[in-house]
């Protein structure tokens, strides 16, 4: 097979591989614009998504490896990742659905549950179907029990890439028993291009009157608190870092922002504007729309710099930004929050947009 390399400089043979007895590879999309966003079926990953800054350089803005490999051994095992069964995290790996205890899921987060356990869908082979140019299709089935999750569950999640420069992820499930589903992508997002030592001076702003406190394992502690007065509040434009070490017991519990922002909505599934982030060095704007309540704004706390990247770049501490849009943290054990439960007959589908255009006057 000819190997392709990426405009971001990856070499899809890097990719290729076998796990489990199935293959892996590197999807490349490209628009009439030029821009490129690559997808790798291991993980669902996001690998690298390369856009034009206000001086038309061609600029990767997802933080990532170089190939199959590097991400098999990373210590960020979440890089660009689909996460499920249940993104975010569950109380002390336990939840109850319908009078039946389900204590069997992996704590790999101190006591809670995170990003689906020990073999989430971020580190799975899923299948995959590149529809066009523009477009792949990947799916996934988790068995009943797999990671203490009741029910058979099939995934499917499509990456486009529009000629608005607009990345759309599309997911649908479906189950054969009652479950609990939350998913989302965990892009690690840097618009002065990935690589860029700090994040700090972006500009950020939120669609969200109320966010999630949290105790100390991340926990939400029941009803969400408004943003107004606090470093929370993005309400109008502020840098990243404008705030981000205040004397701010959330900030600090995070070691950064790493909270659940609930979103003002008209109604609950309507896709509509989350997050603007724009970055002064490049110009480059992303817009996020979701049809999911709420989105977890991570800004890389526990990134150190150690961790060798794409072309040998390296990632300090908030160096990045993730836009995690999903449900709510522990939603199974909170009958007040929007409900999780997937039911047999039932689809789950959800869609986020991240879109990018330059601002010249940054």
């Not at 170089?66 to 095992?77: A, F, G, N, P, W």
């Amino acid at each position: 097979m000819k190997n392709e390399f990426t405009l971001s400089g990856l070499s899809a043979e890097s990719f290729r591989k076998t796990i489990n007895g199935k293959e892996t590879a590197l999807y490349i999309l490209k628009n009439k614009t030029g821009s490129e966003l690559t997808v790798t079926n291991y993980g669902a990953k996001i690998v690298s998504l390369t856009v034009p800054d206000r001086n038309g350089k061609w600029t990767d803005v997802v933080a990532g490896h170089d190939s199959i490999d590097d991400y098999l051994t990373s210590k960020e095992v979440y890089f660009g990742a689909v996460c499920g069964r249940y993104a975010n995290r569950i109380a002390n790996a336990a939840f109850t659905l319908d009078g039946v205890v389900y204590d069997r899921l992996a704590a790999n987060n101190g006591p809670n549950a995170l990003h689906g356990g020990a073999v989430g869908f971020n580190a799975v082979v899923w299948d995959a179907k590149q529809v066009d140019e523009r477009s792949v299709e990947l799916s996934y089935t988790a068995a009943d029990g797999e990671e203490g999750f009741p029910g058979t569950l099939q995934t499917t999640v499509t990456y486009s890439l529009t000629d608005d420069n607009e990345v759309v992820i599309s997911y649908r499930a479906t189950t054969d028993k009652p479950t609990v589903l939350n998913l989302t992508n965990h892009s690690y997002f840097n618009l002065s291009g990935a690589g860029d030592h700090s994040v700090g001076d972006h500009v950020l702003t939120f669609n969200a009157d109320f966010y999630l406190p949290t105790d100390e394992t991340s926990i939400p502690l029941g009803a969400p608190e408004k943003v107004e007065g606090t470093p929370m509040d993005f309400r109008s434009p502020h840098k990243v870092g404008e705030r981000i070490n205040d004397d701010f017991k959330p900030l600090i519990i995070g070691r950064g922002y790493d909270h659940t922002f609930i979103l003002n909505k008209p109604a609950p599934g309507e896709l509509t504007f989350a997050a603007r982030c724009s970055s002064p060095k490049t110009g480059i704007v992303m817009d996020t729309f979701t049809t999911e309540p709420g989105v977890q704004l991570y800004t890389g706390n526990w990134m150190t710099g150690n961790l060798r990247g794409k072309h040998g770049q390296r990632y300090p501490r908030q160096s990045a930004l993730c836009f995690e849009t999903q449900h709510y943290p522990d939603s199974p054990n909170k009958p007040d929050y929007p409900t999780t439960v997937l039911r047999p007959g039932e689809v789950f589908q959800s869609q986020t947009v991240y879109k990018f255009s330059i601002e010249y006057n940054l």
